[in-house]
């Protein structure tokens, strides 16, 4: 067998995304919270990249007057013709090596903080809220006062440490008895348990729904001794809407037992969100749209929170001179082709966001006028053609983004669904179905819900039809709606 090396050419085309095109879909991508953030990074990263300041006219310091003197070398450089004036000329040679020493010493302008002006970080810091103490420690706050035997207090702190955060003990009080480890025992637990569920908030350590809503009962200063007889004897039932067995086992009229269930759903069935952390994220609309004169609307991009960016004079000037050592040249030039980039990038950001914002106003033009029935169906598709780039750029563009209009915070998703048609050849998206099927269902007579089937059959009467059962209980099911029988009102 020989083996031999042969050269072969070759012609194909390969897509290689340059590290700028991968720069620019990030930052088309991100939202503007974290844009922000971003934008702090690289201006703490990046010794070239600058926060363009306003400057007003009270903020600039009138120069300050220099005194004559003979020897400052800053007298004037007169150059006659007639005589040897062979000192002038050497100082007009040697003039601008002298500016760069200077420069090199002083180093880049750096704007002085006045001292009444206020640093906007620390600010920042000192009104930023404290974090909310959590369950847990909440708990162990309490139970810290609690007087109990020591095998008591450690039968406590045992359950506490299993309460989780909708305030339930998961976990049988036998799975917490640890004989090798603890020396208390399943007594100990049982007692530690019934002063675990009289602390704040009601109803916390409780093992399932039930003991839960006895205990709040329990510690309400009203009575409910007939709700406290609902819930022991009758969860199962109460659960599944069977109020008039209730009644009837009860010996009450029915009237009672709805006057009931109104007590109890004033309850808390998660004590323990009350306390502890709150997570829900503030949202900050990165497009808004205002109505103007006539049926028009005015598109424009939240940016008033975004830094202006720009490069460092004093940078970008010793970049180009030839004195500074390439080591330090090298290393401002990539920093330099960074800024660039990053500014680049957020300016095609903002041009693209725009563009996209303006055509989905242009194509939802009934929705804003009129509300969620007219929203009509718009594939992305469309507004790639109609704006010139490719599907997936609006993707990210609309990704995580929020759109302010007089019907409120949306996520721009929201605007591009499906639909189909009705005879007429009108387009409904399955948005404004939803909203339909939810205003069907709020003007029911809850005495007699309707089916899946009777939906569907209202849906046909408003402009919906060929709609499948499967279809309605699906979106039944995402709007959180239950099925007719537990929406039956006695």
């Not at 990038?345 to 303006?358: D, G, P, S």
């Not at 242009?362 to 169906?377: C, I």
């Not at 780039?389 to 990210?396: K, Q």
């Not at 721009?412 to 909203?435: C, K, P, T, Y």
Request: charged share 30%.
């Amino acid at each position: 067998m020989k083996l031999e090396m042969t050269g072969q050419m070759r012609m194909e085309q390969r897509m290689k995304l340059a590290p700028h095109m991968i720069q620019s879909m990030e930052i088309l991508q991100l939202p503007i919270l974290a844009l922000q953030e971003r934008i702090e990074q690289e201006l703490n990263e990046n010794p070239v990249l600058e926060q363009e300041e306003l400057t007003n006219s009270e903020e600039m310091e009138p120069p300050e007057e220099v005194a004559d003197d003979d020897n400052l070398a800053e007298k004037d450089l007169v150059v006659e013709t007639d005589g040897n004036k062979a000192d002038d000329f050497e100082r007009l040679e040697n003039i601008g090596d002298d500016f760069k020493d200077f420069i090199n010493q002083s180093g880049p302008y750096q704007r002085q903080r006045s001292s009444e002006e206020k640093d906007r970080k620390l600010e920042a810091i000192k009104n930023t809220a404290a974090p909310p103490q959590s369950l847990h420690d909440y708990l162990e706050d309490q139970w810290r006062l609690v007087e109990a035997d020591d095998l008591v207090k450690k039968a406590g702190s045992a359950i506490v440490n299993y309460i989780d955060d909708r305030g339930y003990l998961g976990v049988p009080l036998e799975q917490l008895h640890n004989k090798d480890r603890d020396n208390f025992t399943t007594d100990h637990l049982k007692e530690a348990l019934h002063l675990v569920q009289q602390l704040d908030p009601p109803g916390v350590g409780a093992r399932d729904l039930a003991e839960c809503l006895l205990i709040q009962i329990a510690q309400s200063g009203t009575d409910m001794s007939f709700e406290y007889r609902l819930v022991a004897d009758h969860m199962d039932a109460l659960l599944g809407n069977r109020l008039p067995e209730i009644a009837k086992k009860m010996d009450c009229p029915i009237e009672r037992v709805n006057l009931a269930v109104e007590h109890l759903s004033k309850l808390d069935t998660s004590p323990g969100l009350q306390v502890g952390r709150n997570e829900n994220i503030p949202i900050t609309p990165d497009v808004i749209v205002e109505s103007t004169e006539g049926r028009d609307f005015a598109v424009r991009l939240a940016e008033s929170d975004l830094p202006g960016l720009r490069l460092n004079n004093y940078y970008t000037r010793m970049a180009r001179d030839n004195h500074v050592g390439q080591k330090a040249r090298k290393f401002l030039q990539n920093n330099i082709r960074s800024a660039r980039w990053i500014i680049e990038a957020i300016e095609q950001r903002k041009n693209t966001l725009l563009r996209v914002a303006q055509a989905i106003v242009r194509h939802q033009h009934d929705f804003f006028v009129k509300g969620s029935l007219y929203l009509r169906p718009l594939p992305m598709s469309t507004i790639a053609d109609e704006v010139g780039v490719h599907l997936a750029t609006v993707s990210r563009a609309v990704s995580g983004k929020y759109l302010q209009c007089d019907w409120g915070v949306l996520p721009l998703r929201r605007f591009f669904s499906g639909g189909m048609e009705d005879e007429n050849g009108q387009a409904h998206s399955w948005e404004a179905i939803r909203v339909k099927l939810q205003q069907i269902i709020d003007e029911e007579d809850k005495a007699k819900p309707l089916s899946d089937d009777q939906i569907r059959q209202k849906l046909a009467e408003v402009g919906v039809p060929n709609l499948a059962r499967r279809t309605v209980a699906k979106y039944r099911k995402l709007m959180n709606v239950p099925t007719a029988r537990f929406r039956k009102r006695y």
